[in-house]
């Protein structure tokens, strides 16, 4: 690792420290209110966490605000046990998620991720065994991201809600997903990441690339490639597993931390 691609004349060990510094900052209970974490950080329940963690990370754009607003409001139509709605209601109980709305994401997109989730549900105890499937064939975690988009599409769907679950084998940058990842699989001693994935291994997630992260991370010389795409992720998530090669996902933190707060 070359001291001279990174900014202010950092060296790597000193861009470590930097950045350890900052993830330890924003990695803390004290990020979780303003936060769509704070959302799955109602719920106690394995699979109410999971749903209401996918659920919120789905419509996690634009401002944090209204992102808690609405999954606030998404939640209470579910009455507030968000795995037992998935799993025991009728297709006319879900027809009851047709009045929701978050930017692009509307009612007919609420009815049919609540449909995919029911039949994921039906044949498997987690989407955790979804990610798995991928990873124990030797996928890295970009192909298993692509499987869970498969199989959660394999419902009946229309091609439009496609959208709102990224598919990161045709570019896109899966910042949601990888988020939803990090917040299931992270063993977090700091009380933000849940970590009730124990099957998967943490070192194997990849950076939620925002346009906050993005920016800070190109600020830093830390990322190169300029579209915020699953190239610019693979590159990012590379050279900050040599940072952390059991951990690369803390660095969300610092990076998006430090973004948002204009702390560089």
């Known amino acids: ?19 350890d510094t900052l993830a330890e900052r924003y990695n803390n ?18 699979h109410d966490i999971e749903v209401s963690a996918f ?77 798995c499937e991928s990873l124990e064939r030797g996928g890295a975690m970009g192909e298993a991201i692509t499987h869970l988009h498969k199989v959660f599409f394999s419902a009946p769907h229309e091609v439009r809600t496609e959208r709102h679950l990224s598919d990161v084998s045709k570019g896109s940058a899966g910042k949601k997903i990888n ?21 998967v291994d943490q070192s194997l997630l990849c950076i939620p690339l925002d346009l906050h992260a993005g920016n800070t991370a190109r600020s830093l010389g830390l990322l ?14 590379t050279l900050l597993r040599e940072f952390d090669p059991a951990d690369p996902a803390k660095y969300d933190f610092a990076l998006f931390g430090a973004g948002v707060n204009g702390d560089l």
């Open 1 to 19: 690792m070359k001291a001279e691609r990174f900014s202010n004349g950092m060296d790597a060990s000193a861009m470590k420290i930097y950045l």
């Open 55 to 131: 659920l919120t990370a789905t419509i996690a754009w634009g401002r944090r605000d209204l992102i808690l607003r609405s999954a606030s409001r998404l939640m209470s139509l579910m009455g507030n046990e968000p795995y037992r709605f998935i799993a025991a209601a009728s297709d006319r109980e879900i027809s009851s998620l047709s009045g929701f709305v978050h930017r692009t994401f509307n009612g007919f997109d609420a009815v049919t991720f609540a449909r995919c989730l029911r039949q994921i549900y039906s044949r498997y105890g987690s989407m955790e065994e979804i990610i």
């Open 224 to 237: 190169k490639r300029r579209q915020n795409d699953w190239k610019a992720v693979e590159e990012l998530t």
């Open 179 to 199: 988020m939803f990842l990090r917040w299931m699989v992270r063993k977090d001693d700091h009380g933000v990441d849940f970590g009730i994935w124990e099957d």
């Open 29 to 46: 209970p004290a990020f979780i209110a303003c936060d769509p974490v704070s959302i799955p950080h109602r719920f106690t329940g394995k």
